[in-house]
């Protein structure tokens, strides 16, 4: 590990000795007020995810995090070996696809310039995860901001508007050497390599098209992809297509590697997969957290090919859960789940009015780590809806000292 993130964390070994890693205590949480009165900045929640601490499950500390930058929608962090910090783009200043990267300096966080070689960007950019020891990164696309800072248009998908390839990299020479069309693959978003750093395969979610496609190298050291989990959509009425994705936003492996992750932000669930055999993952825990397709509400399912009856909404604490599960983030043990419901304000107000209205929450979810499970702690609730300056939307999940998002081993 750098000199420079050596004061950033633990700096675990390997991924096997972080799930040796003390309990977490407190969780990060990007935040934005969505009140039409409120012209608040975003800000950072800290929440105490502590159950011996007299403020379990309460915001502690929110930080204003707000400030401009003309680097053109930014999104996935990464540390690097050398200290430096990468962050990926979505698109130029102006909305335009464009799938770059840029550096930070790791201590005094100053731009030192773009990762890729000039003119070597991809057509639109996300997500991305590197694994030195193949001397390979592979970075996602979702579409051009001026695409889906709207909400979303079906007409768009037609147009050809949303990404459906992965893109490979040369990790030494910083530039793309390989893109893999994905079939029956619309949205590619979150991916992940598999934590051992020897690991030559990875897993991405693919949102609109609701599966999870393996990626891996070949022999003769090339990369291929092929869908390994489909979730089906449901026929619906009352919604705005006679069919329902389940629109996969986010995924994640455990430390071990063996159980993937992954939310379905629109029909509502949480599933876990054990993935000890990568190509045939195996279904073994299903947890319904809200979602669109709930009893009472405006949708009625016509046709499903997993659920015979629409499930009941979500109660935590006294308080019926808006949207969906959306972000995920595992405890280093692999013991807990946590959940946030906002994926992107512009959807949010498009799909789930209400989370605009009450705010976004967060959930703790109780992981079976031998025969595989999950369980919600009723017990645990964070409620955006009660921020200071009104209703608030929380997102992405991240520990102090690195998790199992954001931690890759060289």
């Known amino acids: 590990m750098a000199t420079k993130c050596g004061k950033c964390g633990p700096g675990y070994p ?122 390979v990164m592979v970075s996602t696309e979702w579409a051009a901001p001026n695409v889906l800072r709207d909400g979303f248009n079906p007409a768009d998908v037609e147009a050809g508007l949303y990404g459906n390839h992965l893109h490979v990299w040369d990790w030494q020479r910083h530039e793309m050497v390989q893109t893999l069309t994905l079939q029956d693959g619309l949205i590619p978003l979150e991916v992940r390599f598999l934590h051992n750093p020897a690991a030559d395969q990875g897993f991405v979610g693919c949102a609109l098209s609701s599966n999870i496609q393996r990626f891996y190298k070949n022999e003769g050291g090339t990369w291929s992809v092929e869908k390994v989990i489909q979730v089906p959509p449901k026929k619906v009425k009352g919604w705005m297509l006679p069919e329902m994705p389940g629109l996969i936003t986010d995924i994640l492996l455990s430390l071990d590697d063996r159980f993937l992750y992954f939310s379905n932000w629109l029909h509502g669930d949480l599933r876990q997969y054990d993935i000890s055999d990568p190509q045939r993952p195996r279904l073994t825990g299903q947890l319904f957290l809200g979602g669109s397709i709930v009893k009472g509400g405006p949708v009625q399912v016509l046709e499903d090919q997993e659920l015979k009856s629409q499930p009941e909404p979500l109660v935590v604490k006294g308080k019926q859960v808006a949207g969906g599960p959306q972000m995920i ?20 107000k498009q799909f789930y009015p209400d989370l605009i209205r009450e705010g976004s ?49 060289l």
Request: proline letters at 8%.
């Open 14 to 135: 390997s991924p096997l000795e972080a799930m040796k890693g003390p309990r977490e205590e407190i969780v990060y949480l990007p935040c934005i007020y969505r009140n039409t009165n409120t012209e608040a900045p975003d800000y950072l929640a800290t929440v105490d995810v502590d159950p011996k601490s007299p403020q379990y499950c309460q915001v502690v500390e929110p930080k204003d995090i707000h400030a401009k930058c003309d680097l053109g929608y930014l999104h996935t962090t990464h540390c690097l070996a050398s200290g430096d910090v990468m962050i990926s783009s979505l698109g130029d200043p102006k909305g335009n696809g464009k799938g770059g990267f840029v550096l930070l300096d790791g201590e005094t966080f100053e731009v030192k310039g773009t990762w890729e070689r000039p003119g070597g960007a991809a057509p639109m950019g996300y997500d991305f995860w590197y694994q030195p020891r193949h001397n």
């Open 329 to 348: 983030q595992l405890s280093l043990d692999g013991k807990r789940l946590y959940v946030t419901t906002s994926l992107y304000s512009a959807w949010d």
């Open 361 to 409: 929450v967060m959930l703790q979810i109780d992981v079976d780590t031998v025969k595989g499970g999950l369980k919600l702690n009723p017990n645990f609730l964070v409620d955006f809806g009660k921020e200071p300056l009104g209703p608030a939307l929380a997102h992405e999940l991240r520990y102090p000292g690195g998790d199992c998002s954001s931690d890759i081993w």
